[in-house]
């Protein structure tokens, strides 16, 4: 049987007005680029410029790798030694920075991961209680911490007693977490368990964190001796000195900043057992005041901030008094809103990490080299901190885009036993996405290489600082030798991450 039905042709593009139109604007765009950017082919015509340049290439080309005498090369230029110090330097800070900015950006690239937090609701009460809470428990760990790191003090007379109190302290951490009726219990415990469970995790963390105090306090001691008696390998006594330093100034920061989270999940639960507890009045009461302290501390707190960073002449009109404001229409808007209703503080908190982050991202490492040269001084510290930095906000995207494509069928039959939030995570969402994090860490580690090469020039350590030096003093074939080392490195680096991501991956 024939097919009569006229076969359709295809239409013929038409070049209507808005191609033109199209044609034009993109020919005005590019004549205003080349203004702006000032292309003049009658420069590289000139003889005198392209001499330099030819000068320029021809020393590139010549990289200054040995040391010649009479026409016999007698060992590696004083250029090469150099290099090859500073790029291992280079790998070693990038290596640095990607550790770090790795360990801190997995737990941010799960506040990171929309379809964790989306789900996340709670009343009102609920959230403005967590909000009160948050200082006040950052408050009450910062002093706590500080402390006990003085306890930890007395033992600096005594190294050996210190030593023996640490390991004491330490192994009764241990047992507490150890034995016992387990910390997370399986079934619903009673009033008298949970106190207990209570108690035996504040002992834990109490011993254990007297344990690491004491020996950051006699840390110093013990690395300086380190690198006073153990020659080539004293670098052991600087590391033990620089641990000790960290955890001395950084374990009441980090009491605090976890107390603080402590406090806000128990003011959380709380505030939101006592709104669904009650009804009419008393609940809308609760609600009411309770967003009316939580937005003044809000507000308080971003104009302290602000009044630090600026130094306002009257800074009662950037914290206190806006402040009372706030929360008075806070607590207005408390007796407005249902008492029980489910906010979606989850989504909140999801939009403020993924914008912290991209602001982060947005900014460049050299910018962020510049402000930590000011701080720590010139050297490759300096460059350590930056690269963290913006390994930070780079991995915690990366991460928490691979947290949101993982499959849902493990975490819905995990949530379906009734799990809590931490289990889901543990056995639902980290098996799927250890591979990536750990082909992404690989990669950035390669991005590092690279990127404390460009933040040298600023002062910030590695090769880029000896490069830039020997650019500026237009010592070109020795500037050869450090481009040299560093595209080796580079294509080394590349070439074993890649063979290592496609065995995980």
């Known amino acids: 049987m024939n097919d009569s039905s006229p076969v359709p042709k295809p239409k013929a593009s038409k070049f209507t007005w808005k191609n033109i139109l199209l044609v034009v604007v993109l020919v005005l765009v590019f004549a205003f680029a080349v203004e702006k950017t000032q292309i003049n082919l009658v420069k590289p015509l000139d003889p005198g410029r392209q001499e330099s340049v030819i000068r320029v290439l021809r020393l590139l080309a010549d990289p200054d790798l040995v040391e010649v005498v009479d026409g016999h090369i007698v060992g590696p230029s004083e250029s090469l030694s150099i290099t090859v110090d500073h790029i291992i330097e280079t790998i070693l800070m990038a290596l640095m920075a990607s550790t770090i900015g790795t360990l801190l950006a997995i737990p941010i690239s799960f506040v990171a991961a929309r379809n964790l937090m989306a789900p996340v609701t709670a009343p009102l009460a609920a959230i403005m209680a967590a909000v009160i809470m948050f200082p006040v428990g950052g408050a009450v760990g910062w002093q706590v911490g500080s402390g006990l790191m003085q306890v930890t003090r007395?033992?600096?007379?005594?190294?050996?007693?210190?030593?023996?109190?640490?390991?004491?302290?330490?192994?009764?951490?241990?047992?507490?977490?150890?034995f016992g009726p387990p910390v997370v219990a399986t079934e619903t415990p009673t009033t008298g368990q949970k106190i207990i469970s209570l108690v035996r995790i504040l002992l834990a963390i109490t011993a254990g964190y007297l344990s690491l105090g004491i020996l950051a306090q006699l840390g110093n001691a013990f690395g300086d001796w380190l690198y006073a008696n153990l020659g080539f390998f004293s670098f052991l006594g600087a590391f033990f000195t620089v641990t000790a330093d960290t955890l001395r100034l950084g374990l009441p920061s980090i009491a605090a900043f976890l107390v603080a989270l402590i406090a806000m999940s128990y003011g959380s639960r709380y505030g939101q057992e006592a709104v669904l507890s009650l009804k009419g009045t008393p609940a809308r009461l609760l609600t009411a005041v309770l967003t009316g302290l939580g937005t003044a501390v809000s507000v308080y707190t971003i104009g302290s901030f602000l009044n630090w960073l600026y130094l306002f002449d009257k800074p009662q009109n950037w914290t206190i008094n806006p402040a009372m404001i706030a929360g008075g229409v806070g607590l207005v808007l408390g007796l407005v809103v249902a008492p029980k209703r489910p906010f979606g503080i989850g989504l909140l908190i999801y939009n403020v990490s993924r914008g912290i982050l991209n602001i982060l991202r947005s900014i460049e490492p050299l910018i962020m080299g510049i402000v930590f040269v000011v701080w720590v001084s010139l050297g490759p510290f300096a460059g350590v901190m930056a690269l963290t930095l913006h390994s930070i906000a780079a991995l915690g995207k990366l991460f928490s885009e691979?947290?949101?494509?993982?499959?849902?069928?493990?975490?819905?039959?995990?949530?379906?036993?009734?799990?809590?939030?931490l289990q889901i995570i543990t056995f639902g969402v980290i098996p799927q996405i250890v591979p990536p994090f750990i082909a992404f860490t690989l990669y950035r580690w390669d991005i590092n290489v690279r990127m404390s090469t460009i933040i040298g020039f600023v002062g910030g350590g590695g090769i880029g600082f000896v490069l830039s030096q020997n650019i500026q003093q237009l010592r070109y074939r020795q500037a050869s030798v450090m481009m040299l080392s560093i595209a080796i490195v580079v294509a080394s680096l590349d070439y074993v991450s890649s063979k290592i991501r496609a065995k995980i991956i």
């Open 402 to 421: 691979q947290v949101e494509g993982i499959d849902e069928g493990p975490v819905e039959a995990i949530t379906a036993t009734g799990a809590n939030k």
């Open 154 to 178: 007395m033992v600096l007379g005594q190294p050996i007693v210190g030593l023996i109190t640490a390991v004491i302290l330490a192994v009764i951490a241990y047992s507490l977490i150890k």
